[in-house]
């Protein structure tokens, strides 16, 4: 059979599709589904935010269109599919949201990938080819991630390779994505990631991710970006993994909890292995709003201390904060911006809440009558979907909006960066051109708040 892979973009609010030129690493699900694909079936992929999608060539020359989708994604993968479909196609959904609501997506799909997919696509491509479909497939049991087949790394769909071969500059802005672990075992209410793996948690070989990262260094690739959701979670294994790359000279970022920056161990292997960012889930500096989600772990006294000590290793953080949880209040907003430029953080990211599928958030808010939309294509970074227990959903918009206008304000960028870090000269400096870039980009677009990436 031939197949074609599809990673969806979103709509944007005027109908329009969210498009990009460019973009600072890949994700790596099409051309891995490819790997695992047995023969003789022949695979195609495009990825929709930087390529546009060749409808009538996958309508001529595709048996199977496969489909994965997350977040607002998810209202395009639909109407893909059922476009597919109507024309013949046998349409395979997958992901992690899929996952979250595998029968509301069948009835999309001739079948549903629910979890991985290593133990069942082979089983849904024979049962396709021969006419039939069990509907819903789910492994069994999770992966033990040995022996991963291995992906062509010049096929990432978001990446350009002669551009990658030519420029200096590219080479110091595109991050090769590589994966270390899959999971998260803490318990956070809101989080897709650890309603769609159980909480389950697990480690790849500390070899194979080796072998990776030289195979991609004799690319020429030295910038690499973890796509783990949480790589330290088993600080041993973690460990092991950074002082195995030190000997390398690499430069990597990645997601972790702020836990990282209280174990000193930890920490310092991590800095000397090459982390150069992370992207923090402070989530709240309020005590009451992380037990609302079950993310008390967190411990916002301690949020100071453990960004000094991330600085004074020269790891850049990016902060990642979600507005209108159920202990914020109007004065949240500036108490909240206050304590980014104080802490002199290098990137931001606000989120509103969502109620994702299958979470225990979503069920308590749908419980309570609390979701103010169910359109699925809405459930992006800066929407009201839940309403606020303490302010309206408007109140949360716009502190939303002044948190992002004042710390992408050039007021804020120079408390923030000058003078200059003196661990990392280079990196504070990439940090600060991103900056710049998204205060020229909201100043722009001045209602693109939801779109920061």
Not at 179 to 186: E, L, M, V
Not at 231 to 244: C, G, I, M, Q, S
Request: net charge positive.
């Amino acid at each position: 059979m031939r197949l074609h892979l599809v990673s969806p973009t979103h709509y944007l609010p005027d109908g329009a599709l969210h498009k990009t030129t460019r973009y600072w690493t890949s994700g790596i699900t099409l051309p891995y589904l490819k790997a695992l694909t047995p023969a003789p079936h022949r695979v195609d992929f495009t990825d929709e935010l930087m390529a546009d999608l060749d409808v009538a060539r996958i309508e001529r020359e595709a048996d199977v269109v496969g489909i994965t989708a997350m977040g607002p994604q998810i209202r395009r993968a639909y109407d893909l599919a059922d476009h597919f479909r109507a024309r013949g196609k046998k349409v395979v959904l997958g992901g992690t949201w899929v996952t979250l609501a595998a029968e509301e997506s069948l009835r999309h799909a001739d079948a549903v990938v629910a979890g991985e997919a290593e133990y069942v696509w082979a089983d849904v491509l024979a049962d396709l080819e021969a006419g039939r479909s069990r509907g819903i497939y789910r492994a069994e049991r999770w992966h033990d991630l040995r022996d991963l087949p291995g992906i062509d790394p010049w096929s990432l769909p978001l990446l350009k390779p002669d551009t990658f071969r030519s420029s200096w500059l590219y080479r110091m802005y595109f991050y090769w994505p590589i994966q270390f672990s899959r999971g998260c075992p803490h318990p956070c209410e809101y989080c897709a990631v650890q309603a769609y793996y159980e909480r389950s948690y697990r480690t790849r070989p500390v070899d194979d991710v080796i072998e990776d990262v030289r195979r991609l260094g004799r690319l020429g690739a030295r910038r690499l970006l973890f796509l783990d959701d949480n790589p330290v979670a088993r600080p041993e294994e973690a460990k092991e993994l950074f002082r195995r790359l030190i000997p390398l000279r690499v430069r990597w970022v990645s997601q972790a909890t702020i836990n990282i920056a209280r174990d000193p161990e930890l920490l310092d292997l991590a800095a000397r292995s090459g982390a150069t960012v992370l992207s923090i889930g402070f989530e709240s500096l309020s005590d009451a709003s992380l037990a609302s989600v079950s993310k008390s772990f967190n411990r916002p006294s301690r949020f100071a201390e453990d960004v000094r000590q991330l600085r004074a290793r020269g790891i850049q953080v990016i902060a990642l904060i979600m507005v209108g949880l159920d202990g914020d209040t109007p004065e949240s907003f500036a108490a909240t911006l206050r304590w980014l430029d104080e802490n002199k953080i290098g990137f931001l990211k606000l989120f509103t809440p969502a109620p994702y599928p299958g979470t225990k958030f979503h069920a308590d808010m749908l419980a309570a009558g609390r979701i103010l939309d169910d359109d699925w294509g809405r459930y992006d970074y800066g929407t009201a979907t839940v309403r606020p227990l303490h302010m309206t959903p408007g109140e949360m918009l716009d502190g939303f909006r002044r948190i992002y206008s004042g710390f992408y304000s050039v007021r804020s960028m120079l408390r923030r960066f000058v003078p200059p870090s003196r661990k990392r000269p280079l990196e504070s400096m990439a940090m600060l051109v991103a900056n710049a870039k998204v205060h020229r980009y909201l100043r722009r677009n001045p209602e693109a708040w939801g779109t920061i990436s």
